[in-house]
């Protein structure tokens, strides 16, 4: 919503500085954007008188001008045929910045002659598209002045961002009664609703179908006589200074009703008309409609028009059509001024997508009364650009009945918005911001009809409390239940965060994907039901809930592969979806990684990432969120969009915590997307939580004595997994072995076939007293005792 400083004052009494206004806006809730001050960014350019106008002495079409600026006189080369000897034009001084244009003025030699300066037009200070020749100020205009002032650009414009429940701020008016009822001076009398005598019958006539449209009231008047020239100056630069290009006087006034008053209106060139009878119906089903926006649509009954026999010629509350659009010779017009259901035409303007002023307010919800005042309000401004005689008003339809009375309990401010302010100011409060109340305790309070927004209690608390300011409600702090304040966090979301640190520190990037994805690309890792497809998604490419986060990290790698980055890995932590149940929504964190893991450099080759760099992604973030790692086994039975015998799952006994390995490459070809590629995911919420253990930690226990490390080699057969042997081994012993670890396999030479070698290292760590041989070797022969027991592995010879 804009206006400026000078069409706020039409409204409201007032000699509140910019900074007073702009403040006092913010603090009764309409929200500042910018404010533009055209003075200041035209400061530098100034009124100047051409003194002499001679013939460039190298170029036909230059003039060599000698210009007074009122602090001395300046030689200017300029090329405007319109440059002459004793005009006033527009000053431009070296260093100055030209908006048009967008540079700054150096002094510079044109065809060999100096010029100081620039006479612009108006195209170069950003003012319209006119550059046929510079600007021509009156001859009284004063020298030296800032032509903004002469030109009346000096008047700062607002721009403020509405929130959808104030419709009555769409119009300046509304605006300057809140400004008033804040104390910022006084609301002038509203005279736009004074009746204009109409001089004779309208030859057109209003009605509404009974078929269930958006328009419960019309109002309308004739204008015959009328030239629609360009609309007066003052209203040219108004408009122009909020954005809006003047177009004729007929078009200017609707403009500028709608701005200045919040009320949307139209008017049809009444020659263009087949009928004497507009009506307001639905549309007929494939009904087309030309808007004037010069854009053709087709309609159905969802949707109201104007019609002029068969003929929809505007669209209810959204726009005018271009068949019966005002033009320069139009004399006669037909004015609306009507009343429209918000929801319908909100519905109609996104259907077809059509933004409009009007919709802007018809969808937030015009006064009911305007109806009838605005009728009057443009009938007054028509005839006054255009000349004429105007007809007496028609209608159809009841005006809609939105009294209501609201009990407000004077106790209720204080303690719903926490400011205590007397009964007395409530009361003035209201009144001033267009409340009929009545009583004292409790008090009824009718609200004006610019205000659907009111419905309660609460609202009226709302209402006072703003205009008093939010400032005032002193700072109360909660009292706590207890000495120290509950835990932030819960345990799921610290979980969360520890795994994605321990992925960001693991080298992966972190990517944001949708939630959605196509059901073609679904069906590649497991499938939907059909409860998770989407009735109404925002593209066809994403009509249903992922099964797997792993699928859009794939591609969205593959996006960035086609950009030629490589050797790269991603992450994401977000939901994945098994069925419409709280249960059926999974906290997964994925990743992968694609090309070399350890990149081509001179000491070393490079090396492929494979599943061991994805179990080591997947392990990291198990670990980070607490899950016991040292305790999972490894099995051989991950998803189909995993490389079988390539792949693995992380288990806790039944439960699976994690699946890791290359991506199938079938699948990678199915998405279109180059391989090879390692993935992995971890599921968040099948992480045992830890047990607590009290509020400290244990404490670290540091042993003084020498570990002693052991290497064993066991043939066992193929199908025995290492996790199994170095989980056998550490059982032999908790209080001594500390870890164990592979460092080998082999096959070959030396080992029968379906047997392989694993050689691991196993650490002792003693806490007591330094370890003898007799220990070390009781302790060996238990390490191999309990790999013989679990595996069936034997000692290598």
């Known amino acids: 919503m804009k206006f400026t400083l000078g069409w706020l004052k039409d409204h409201l009494e007032t000699d509140a500085s910019l900074d007073a206004i702009v403040e006092t806006l913010i603090?009764?809730?309409l929200e500042v954007d910018s404010v533009d001050d055209p003075g200041a960014k035209f400061a530098a350019f100034t009124v100047a008188h051409v003194t002499a106008a001679e013939k460039h002495p190298d170029a036909d079409r230059l003039q060599v001008c000698t210009v007074d600026t009122g602090n001395g006189q300046v030689q200017v080369v300029c090329g405007a045929p319109n440059a002459r000897a004793g005009m006033k034009g527009v000053f431009a001084p070296v260093g100055s910045w030209i908006p048009g244009l967008e540079l700054e003025l150096k002094a510079t030699k044109i065809r060999g002659v100096e010029s100081n300066g620039m006479l612009v037009s108006e195209?170069?200070?950003?003012?319209?598209?006119?550059?046929?020749g510079?600007?021509?100020?009156?001859?009284?205009?004063?020298?030296?002045?800032?032509?903004?002032?002469?030109?009346?650009?000096?008047?700062?414009v607002f721009d403020i961002e509405l929130t959808p429940n104030r419709p009555d701020c769409t119009g300046v008016r509304g605006i300057a009664r809140d400004l008033a009822a804040a104390g910022l001076g006084t609301l002038k009398p509203f005279t736009s609703a004074e009746p204009v005598a109409g001089s004779y019958d309208s030859p057109i006539s209003w009605a509404i179908a009974d078929d269930g449209n958006a328009c419960p009231y019309v109002v309308g008047r004739h204008f015959r006589g009328l030239t629609n020239g360009a609309?007066?100056?003052?209203?040219?630069?108004?408009?122009?200074?909020?954005?809006?290009?003047?177009?004729?006087?007929l078009v200017d006034v609707t403009n500028y009703v709608s701005i200045d008053l919040g009320r949307p209106l139209h008017v049809f060139d009444a020659g263009k008309l087949k009928g004497d009878t507009l009506t307001m119906r639905r549309a007929r089903d494939g009904e087309p409609f030309y808007a004037l926006i010069e854009k053709h649509y087709t309609l159905d009954p969802a949707k109201t028009v104007i019609g002029d026999g068969d003929k929809a010629e505007g669209l209810a509350g959204v726009m005018g059509g271009m068949d019966t659009s005002c033009l320069a010779e139009t004399t006669e017009v037909f004015l609306e001024v009507a009343l429209f259901d918000p929801v319908q035409v909100a519905t109609t303007g996104r259907a077809l997508q059509i933004e409009s002023d009007a919709r802007y307010r018809f969808e937030r919800g015009v006064d009911p009364q305007s109806a009838d005042w605005g009728a009057e309000a443009a009938a007054r401004l028509i005839l006054e650009f255009c000349g004429g005689e105007t007809s007496k008003p028609v209608s159809a339809g009841v005006e809609p009945d939105t009294a209501r009375a609201i009990v407000l309990r004077s106790d209720r401010v204080r303690t719903l918005g926490g400011v205590d302010v007397p009964v007395a100011e409530q009361k003035s409060i209201l009144e001033r911001l267009g409340f009929a109340v009545d009583g004292d305790e409790p008090m009824s309070v009718v609200p004006p009809t610019w205000r659907p927004d009111i419905h309660g209690e609460a609202d009226l608390v709302e209402e006072i409390t703003r205009i008093v300011g939010f400032d005032e409600i002193a700072p109360v702090s909660l009292a706590r239940e207890a000495a120290l304040p509950e835990v932030a966090l819960t345990a799921g979301q610290q979980r969360a965060a520890g795994a994605r640190?321990?992925?960001?520190?693991?080298?992966?990037?972190?990517?944001?994907?949708?939630?959605?994805?196509?059901?073609?690309?679904?069906?590649?890792?497991?499938?939907?039901?059909?409860?998770?497809?989407?009735?109404?998604?925002?593209?066809?490419?994403?009509?249903?809930?992922?099964?797997?986060?792993?699928?859009?990290?794939?591609?969205?790698?593959?996006?960035?592969?086609?950009?030629?980055?490589?050797?790269?890995?991603?992450?994401?932590?977000?939901?994945?979806?098994?069925?419409?149940?709280?249960?059926?929504q999974l906290l997964v964190a994925a990743g992968l990684r694609q090309g070399n893991m350890v990149a081509r450099h001179w000491s070393s080759p490079s090396r492929p990432v494979d599943a061991i760099d994805a179990k080591g992604d997947a392990l990291a973030a198990l670990e980070a969120a607490g899950a016991p790692a040292a305790n999972l086994q490894v099995s051989t039975d991950a998803p189909a969009h995993y490389h079988p015998g390539r792949s693995a799952g992380l288990r806790l006994g039944k439960t699976v915590l994690a699946w890791f390995g290359e991506l199938h490459p079938g699948v990678l070809h199915r998405l279109d997307v180059r391989g090879p590629m390692v993935g992995f995911e971890v599921f968040l919420d099948r992480v045992p939580q830890r047990k607590e253990r009290g509020a400290a930690r244990a404490p670290l226990r540091l042993s003084p004595f020498q570990s002693v490390h052991r290497d064993f080699a066991f043939v066992v057969d193929d199908a025995v997994a290492a996790a199994d042997v170095l989980r056998a081994a550490r059982t032999a012993d908790r209080d001594l072995i500390a870890s164990t670890r592979l460092f080998d396999?082999?096959?070959?030479?030396?080992?029968?076939?379906g047997k392989k070698s694993l050689a691991v290292e196993v650490t002792l760590q003693p806490v007591e007293a330094t370890l003898t041989d007799e220990q070390i070797d009781q302790v060996a022969q238990r390490i191999v005792a309990a790999v013989a027991e679990k595996t069936g592995g034997v000692l290598r010879g």
């Open 27 to 29: 603090k009764i809730g």
């Open 123 to 132: 195209r170069e200070m950003g003012l319209s598209d006119e550059h046929e």
């Open 134 to 156: 510079i600007i021509d100020l009156p001859n009284d205009a004063p020298l030296g002045a800032p032509f903004a002032s002469v030109l009346g650009l000096d008047d700062p």
């Open 745 to 753: 396999i082999y096959t070959g030479k030396g080992i029968d076939e």
């Open 501 to 584: 640190r321990a992925l960001a520190a693991q080298g992966l990037d972190e990517a944001v994907t949708w939630s959605f994805m196509a059901s073609r690309h679904a069906e590649l890792f497991g499938g939907v039901p059909d409860t998770l497809r989407l009735a109404n998604p925002i593209s066809a490419d994403l009509d249903v809930l992922r099964p797997s986060v792993l699928a859009n990290l794939v591609l969205a790698a593959g996006r960035n592969i086609d950009r030629g980055l490589g050797d790269f890995g991603l992450f994401e932590l977000g939901p994945a979806y098994l069925d419409d149940t709280p249960e059926g």
């Open 231 to 249: 609309s007066p100056q003052w209203a040219q630069d108004r408009l122009r200074a909020i954005g809006l290009r003047p177009i004729s006087a």
